[in-house]
């Protein structure tokens, strides 16, 4: 990790020297930095610059990975939390629920941890990599997938289940019906859970540490250009995650629409 | 060969008991279930259906035990049909559907016995409807449709017409009466009317405990409840469910709508000369069509457009000095009104 230093040099309060071991620059804030940095990002988009294809789609490749990975295993998890009976069933749940909300750089310090060389899971080599950072994130996004796939199966009551049951459907085919029916809830968890690995910097920077053509990412790439001044390049990127972040809000939109019908 | 044999089966949900020590046989002649709300009658029906696995005793099916292995070919012969409808996402086809498809028959198939289950519930061409836009009645009559169409051994069925309308309810009783014939049909129901014309045993249920069986026409219990039972449609007004019953109109405290059979119990009627002022929603005026005396007590019949048996002491008989064809007042409290 990079160690800076922010310090007023006093001269003008927009004015700040920012330090590090690499480099030692003074940054004038200004509109015109903004401006300039616009219209960069809109001539890097609209020339369709290799860099930032390149970055967007490991970005957008990294979070289907995790999102596929979290599903598979919460998918089943969620259905067999709702549709046993065990002990210690509202604890686990509670668990999912708490577990929504974790910081990234706290789960991303313990799996570096983990699959750093000489970690434990070392041996798999999946540090720096972007199957490590997929994994990383499909671990941070599987309490959103599991919480809120268990919320939207239990939204249909047990009498739906009742139903299916006494039309002659098997567990398994109870299971898929009722999935069925909370449809937009499942569809809304899936969404939400891509968001979060999509727009997440703190696994992407701990285990995928921003190598240029290998791990980098649009938020890992966001972080390094803004401090390194590059600010052209960094609202391209920074243009691309928030259309897809939209652009995924407005799924959602749809789906609750869905919801409300 | 018995469909159904429950022997000793009790039900606990935490602590109390929803059945307790049932023993049951039921041939294939029609059986109908009375007893008040909470009186065990859902449950009984789930335990049949294999929804709900009985806490103690023994269930048998058709002299086979039914053991956990034995549910999913249960749930297949045995199709249970519940108070309010619920429908699967999709029109009314996808829902008659739903069941054949799980066992697997070939579409043409399924085109064909979905459209004989709809002509069979008079709803024919509502097959592309949004199910879950259809008015009450209809919903009921579409999932009546999507039971029969998988051609159940037995069909059980909780309170299927109590929130509907007299025509939707009388629909649905003719289809059941007509199905009688090919299946074995269990019904709880509220509705003593319609007991009586599906059918041909009843069983009352109170707290969860069979206290009397028998012939509908002979059964104590109906007996004694077609004492002061009275059988109309129920309008929520101010908290207060007025049910009219023909002549006159029954106030309730208990919220209820669609056809209800209401019981106010004879020692809960108050009976005086004239008009009195009183908290009692309920007062009527008619005269005494009957007396009859038993021990210590005299059973008085009066006609206010319907007829009320009215209990009361022999003492308060002889001191009102009473008598046949005189015209009375009767009053009861709102809460005083059961419902069936």
Known sequence: MAQSALRSTGTSPATYTINNHHTSFDLKMSWQAISEGISEALRLILTIDRTVIEITFRSLTIASLATLLSTLIGLPLSLVITMKEFPGKNTLKFIFNSLVGIPTVTLGLFLYTLLSRSGPLGSMELLYTVRGIALGQAILILPITVSFIISAIESKDEELRDLTRTLGASELETSIAVLREAYSGVSLALVSSFNRAFAELGIATMLGANISGLTRVLTTAIALETSKGELGLSFALSFILLLVVLFLNYVIRLLQGGLDS | MSVFKLVDVSMDFGENPALNGINLEIQSEPLGIIGKSGAGKTTLLKIMAGLLTQTKGNLE???????????????????????????????????????????????????????????????????????????????????????????????????????????????????????????????????????????????????????????????????????????????????????????????????????????????????????????????????????????????????????????ITRRSFNEMGLKLGEPVNISFKASSVLQL
Do not use: C
Not at chain 2, 73 to 94: A, Y
Not at chain 2, 178 to 186: G, L, Y
Not at chain 2, 278 to 292: C, E, L, Y
């Open chain 2, 61 to 311: 099916f058709k002299e086979s035990m039914v053991v956990p292995q034995f549910i999913p070919e249960l749930r297949r012969k045995v199709t249970m049909i519940f108070q309010s409808p619920l429908f699967l996402r999709g029109d009314v086809n996808t829902n008659l559907s739903y069941g054949l498809r799980l066992r697997g028959n070939a579409e043409e198939k399924i085109k064909k016995k979905t459209e004989d289950a709809l002509e069979l519930v008079s709803l024919t061409g509502y097959g592309e409807r949004d199910a879950r836009s259809l008015s009450g009645g209809e919903q009921q009559r579409v999932a009546l449709a999507r039971a029969l169409i998988l051609d159940p051994e037995v069909l059980l069925l909780d309170e299927p017409t109590s929130n509907l309308d007299p025509v939707n309810a009388s629909i649905i009783t003719d289809i059941l009466i007509q199905e009688s014939t090919k299946r074995t049909i269990v019904i709880a129901t509220h509705d003593l009317d319609q007991v009586k014309r599906v059918a041909k045993r009843v069983i009352f249920l109170e707290d969860g405990v069979i206290t009397e069986e028998g012939d509908p026409y002979e059964l104590d219990s109906i007996q004694r409840f077609t004492e002061n039972v009275f059988t109309g449609i129920s309008s929520v007004e101010e908290g207060v469910s007025q049910v009219s019953v023909g002549e006159i109109t029954i106030r309730t405290s208990t919220p209820l709508t669609g056809r209800v059979s209401l019981h106010v119990r004879p020692q809960d009627i108050i009976i005086s000369k004239g008009w009195i002022e009183t908290s009692a929603r309920n007062q009527f005026r008619g005269p005494i069509t009957g007396v009859n005396e038993r021990i210590g007590i005299v059973m008085i019949d009066v006609d206010v457009g319907k007829v009320f048996k009215v209990q």
